[in-house]
């Protein structure tokens, strides 16, 4: 497995699990799957309900733990820094871990920002007391990251988007790299435009195939190997024991220049997830139960 290095010198894979979505009794079955397959970082939130069966899994597999990156997300209900400590304890305490490898902030919270903030203080504790190795956020638009970056002292290791070949988000990729913030791609092969009202979907667009018939390979692998040329880290998600050991067959080929820029050209510029702005206490707010 390939790995990066975040802001603070600490490596991550560059290829996890996301399991948004799945259910927690499927849960362990796929994250078993997958670090047979040979993954080692796995990609949870407070939000999904399955860290307990992440943990339950990592702890079952007879790996060391040192040897696997864990990942979770902090959620919008326990923003503020003593709600954020707390939430750090509950996700913890699921997972059955001491220590978070990459904890971040679930969402921006625009119109109430300054519990964003206080949030992030939250993790930039965490860090400093040695419970985390790296923090960061999710689904934060350049003008959240520039708020951010102006009231706290930590810039956050990742900015974990929404990024495949038709919703690119080019223009925040380009400020976090600009600051040394990791883009990581959320749905990175276009799952969503596949369970979304969309017009399209990635896995059986023709430039997309066309690209993967001539490396004998699947839409899927020409997407991700897409990512990780262009330096963004990927947690594709699956359930499917055979999907998830395909998803991570994407080292032994290489994509040239004209294929990255055919893909490159898919842009719509249509969001598959919901507008940052839109999201607030009132309508997303949800109780995030005690370990």
Do not use: C
């Amino acid at each position: 497995m390939n790995t990066l290095t975040l802001n603070n010198g600490v490596a991550i894979p560059a290829l996890g699990l996301g399991v948004f979505q799945t259910p927690p009794e499927e849960t362990t079955t796929a994250v078993t799957a997958a670090l047979q397959a040979g993954y080692r970082h796995i990609d949870t939130a407070a939000a999904y309900g399955n860290e307990r069966e992440v943990g339950a899994a990592i702890r079952d597999s007879g790996i060391d733990r040192s040897e696997i990156f864990i990942e979770t997300k902090i959620w919008i209900s326990d923003y503020g820094y003593e709600e954020t400590l707390h939430a750090f304890d509950k996700s913890a305490g699921k997972l059955g871990v001491d220590q978070i490898d990459l904890l971040i902030l679930h969402q921006a919270l625009p119109s109430a920002f300054d519990k964003t903030i206080d949030a992030y203080k939250a993790l930039e504790q965490l860090l400093a007391d040695g419970k985390v190795r790296a923090i960061g956020v999710s689904n934060f638009m350049t003008s959240h990251l520039e708020q951010l970056l102006a009231a706290t002292s930590v810039v956050p290791a990742v900015n974990q988007i929404e990024v495949h070949p038709y919703f690119q988000q080019r223009e925040v990729e380009a400020f976090g790299t600009e600051h040394g913030i990791l883009t990581q791609a959320w749905s990175p092969i276009g799952g969503i435009t596949s369970y979304r009202d969309s017009e399209k979907r990635s896995f059986d667009d023709p430039v997309i195939v066309g690209i993967g018939e001539e490396h004998g390979k699947s839409a899927a692998q020409v997407m991700l190997r897409w990512h990780l040329q262009e330096g963004r880290q990927v947690i594709p998600k699956s359930t499917k024991a055979a999907r998830i050991a395909e998803n991570i067959d994407v080292f032994d080929f290489e994509l040239t220049a004209d294929e990255l820029t055919a893909l490159d050209a898919l842009e719509t510029g249509t969001r598959g997830g919901p507008e940052p702005e839109d999201i607030t206490l009132e309508t997303f707010g949800r109780e995030i139960p005690e370990a």
